[in-house]
């Protein structure tokens, strides 16, 4: 079992940067591969981007390219988000998700664990 915990959220204006943080606990947590979804409201889930377990290997949503960032520390068991250049169209709740499986993580239906959420508004 995979507990995962996201923090970080809040508000910040267009242009600005933030950084989450997703902190896991559990059996052989650094072995998954970890990501990001958003979902805004009214909208489904999406994708963000991946990290695998190594921290060697990202790929991200076109949507965010260049702007975000993922990367780990596995000697935390934590993961981190670091979001620059935001947009109001970036806001929306995110969620830090779990998969032994790098290449499917993309696949939301496929995520073995999920964090909470934490609140990311971006203002005009």
């Known amino acids: 079992q995979v507990q995962l915990v996201e923090s970080g959220g809040g508000l910040v204006q267009a242009g600005g940067s933030l950084r989450l943080s997703c902190a896991a606990s559990?059996?052989?947590?650094?072995?998954?591969?970890m990501g990001w979804f958003r979902q805004a409201p009214g909208k489904e889930r999406q994708f963000v981007g991946a990290?695998?377990?190594?921290?060697?290997?990202?790929y991200y949503a076109d949507s965010v390219k260049g702007r975000f960032t993922i990367s780990r520390d596995n000697a935390k068991n934590t993961v981190f988000l670091q979001m620059n250049s935001l947009k109001p169209e970036d806001t929306a709740v995110y969620y830090c998700?779990?998969?032994?499986?790098?290449?499917?993580?993309?696949?939301?239906?496929?995520?073995?664990?999920w964090g909470q959420g934490t609140q990311v508004t971006v203002s005009s």
């Open positions: 990290i695998n377990w190594t921290g060697g290997s990202t």
């Open positions: 998700a779990a998969n032994s499986n790098y290449n499917r993580l993309v696949y939301r239906h496929e995520n073995n664990y």
């Open positions: 559990g059996r052989t947590v650094s072995s998954y591969a």
